[in-house]
């Protein structure tokens, strides 16, 4: 059986090599490995492959830097190129991405299947491209790999039962990650203050709202005097930032590798994010988590108590960050599967009939 997988930005290359890990374990499945080049810093990419042990791209399309039409057409031209030339039985894709629907749509085109890793999430803001791309791939795909009840839930509430595809509940392959490349965790080049707030902040939806992104940054200039603040920031942040010459008081850094990222979680006091996989990341080591959206995909974490939706008002996010501040959760409770979600689909993907039978 052949696999192709397809990937482009920094969370997939983390879920990516869980899953390559347990696929290795079948030696008569081939993986090709397809980076759209999404993510193309070498903090946001190339260290990535490295130091997860992610096997080198066999393909490595250079795609970024583009609108979402011009990024998404330019990678499934490509893509399907590379889909006709290995013939895969299967393509994998990851999450909410331009490169996950790009991946998804050139297979279907071709008539090969899709398994979607992340599937049924929702944020239920269709103003977010990446709820866009997630709804259209699961839609399409023809094994659902849900990391949580309430991704299934998602699925049957929009009439996936009465759709020829599989939904399997799976768990969390970022968890299976986490706990895999724990020991292996290392501090960054750079000094770190005590008991420090670990931010990042990179959203469409912030970062293009420059109220919203100013209000944010006014807030956390207010509560750095208090608590430290540790900020990665994306390039794109970087770039608004300077171009509007917002001035940001607390401690700012460039990316990060994952294994110094796992450093950072572990050795903050509270996490604060617009990401989603950072948000899983928290409670994986154990750390409570303010989000700066107004919703989230991840609903266990707020329903458990691990996550507060502040979005961008100041109130709430200092009303957050004095509750998460004070709160003691208890972090054992089972929410993604206990590090068995890439076994449990490199076994699946195995155990289907090849499409060229």
Known sequence: MKIVTVIGARPQ???????????????????????????????????????LHLPKPNYNLNINSLSH????????ESIEDVFIK??????????DTNSTIAGALAAKKL?????????????????MPEEINRILTDRISDILFCPTDEAVNNLNNEGFKNIDCQIIKNGDVMQDAAIYYKEFARKPNFELPNNFILLTLHRAEN???????????STLNDIHKKVPIVWLIHPRTKHVIKSESICVNFH????????????????????????GGLQKEAFFFSKNCITLREETEWVELVEGGF???AGSDNCKIN?????????????????????QASKIIAKQLKSQKKTND
């Open 86 to 95: 290995e013939k895969p039985d299967y393509v994998l894709v990851y999450g």
């Open 307 to 309: 996550n507060i939706l």
């Open 252 to 275: 700012v850094f460039d990316p990060v590798g994952y294994l110094e990222m796992i450093y950072l979680i572990e050795h903050c006091q509270l996490v604060m994010t617009d990401s």
């Open 69 to 76: 039409g011009a990024m998404t057409g330019r990678m499934i």
């Open 13 to 51: 290359f983390i879920k990516a090599a869980a899953v390559s890990r347990a696929l290795s374990e079948f030696t008569d499945i081939e993986e090709v490995i397809i980076h759209t080049g999404q993510h193309f810093d070498s903090n946001m990419s190339k260290v990535f492959f490295e130091e």
């Open 207 to 217: 970062t293009d709202d420059l109220d919203k992104l100013k209000n944010i940054i």
């Open 111 to 127: 008539h090969i299947k899709v398994a979607h890793i992340e599937a049924g999430l929702r944020s239920f803001n269709i103003k």
């Open 319 to 339: 009303n957050g960050l004095n509750i998460m501040l004070a709160k003691n959760n208890d972090f054992s409770v089972d929410l993604y599967g206990k590090g």
